[in-house]
């Protein structure tokens, strides 16, 4: 039997922004969808009690919350509370900075369930806890932005903000700092667009009276006049661009692999290349770092028998060999699944097989393994593909400060298991990008979510 006593109703507070429809009640069936939901797509990383310590939480940081603590980063009440609207917009938009991804393309029933999933984790052989409506923190009406305001909001940062996140904003403040768990935690460079929720002003003055539990980011409720808290938010935003924002932020993408006449050219600086349309597809690092790959250029075309990728990115380095042990070579993968519902984005699962296409810069030499096609069905279990059903082939060039490489393979393979891709199909893909500079290697790397391929 579920216990659903164990939630907190928070029916009353008000749809999410991100929200169009109404919060369902919570039911059997829909507390059965959050669960496998949270099974499949979570617990790698968060684990399947809720305890931050799924089989992925080694390769992360930072670290996967730990529900059972009922500690959330992101609430908009005077008491560090999180409400089931301050849950629904997190698992909505993601936790930029971290490798916590969107789950805006699950329906937003879908997303309610993991809400009330998560609640029951976080809940679970605790006293109930009823959310004082009076602890809601509550916005007013938004002044106008002045040159007068951003002044007197730059003199205050420079006061309570700059210890930490630096005069500048960068982040380069004080650096010795950790969360409620002991992990390190480094100051949020607000210039990079990457804000915890976002930059938008509900968000900002939720962040600036709650604070961010767990973590040294103090609440200003009662030290600040409500005119200078707004002063102080207008002055934030103003550090770093909105575009910056939107760009960084991880989104599911549909690609279109135009049908061309004419054979397919493996030469990623070929004109058949430049004539393509790019569609950038934003990457997160695993392990996070500031320093990273934000995103790379996909393009992708076929002939109706082979298909080919193209993938663009920037790099300052070219790291092309890894004959020293302190060398690690720059790479690039694609990961592809067949299924209409995709397993989870990181390997798939022990029911779900995706298919990786793997490029490294240090095999360029070899021409006999100038790629590599694999199978992987969870965690640990990437399987390279027999010799002879290796088809896929990759090139790739590295000028003016970035690397473009070309994958190519024919669309079908009589292989048992293996990808086969159709015109006029759509397969979920992602990518994934190794820089060799910053020691990325194995489960070191930047990604992407699970985006559309469709083959024209």
Known sequence: MVIVSLFIDCSSLGASQISSGQKPP?????????????QKQCAVCHGAGGAGDGEAAYLLYPKPRDFTRGEFRLVSTTTMEATDEDLFKTISRG???????????????ERWSLVYYVRYLAELGKEKKEIDLEALIKIGQEPARTKEGL??????FVKACAPC???QGKGDGRQKMQDSLGYPLKPRDLTSGLFKG???????YDRMLAGIPGTPMPSYQGAFTEEQIWDLIHYVQSLSNPEVETRARLRRH????????GSLSLEPLSNQWKQAKPVFVALTPLWWRDERVEGVEVKAIHDGEKIAVHLSWADPTRDDTAAAVQSFSDGAALQFSMKKDPP???????ETAVHFWHWKAAWQEDEKEMAEEAMAKGLGTLTRQRPSAEKVQAKGVWHDGKWEVVFSRPLGSSEQGALQLNPGETI??????????????NGQKMVSIWNELKLE
């Open 428 to 441: 979920s893909a992602a990518f994934a990008v190794w820089d060799g500079a910053k020691s990325d290697r």
């Open 254 to 261: 549909t690609i279109i692999a135009k049908k061309i006449k």
């Open 151 to 156: 002044s007197r909001g730059r003199e205050l």
């Open 26 to 38: 919570v039911t059997e069936a829909i507390f059965s969808k959050g669960e496998k939901l949270y």
């Open 344 to 350: 989870f984005f990181g390997m798939g699962n022990k």
């Open 165 to 167: 996140h630096g005069s």
């Open 198 to 204: 976002s930059s938008s002003s509900e968000d900002l």
């Open 95 to 109: 936790m930029p900075g971290s490798a916590m991804p969107p789950w805006e393309f699950l329906s937003e029933e």
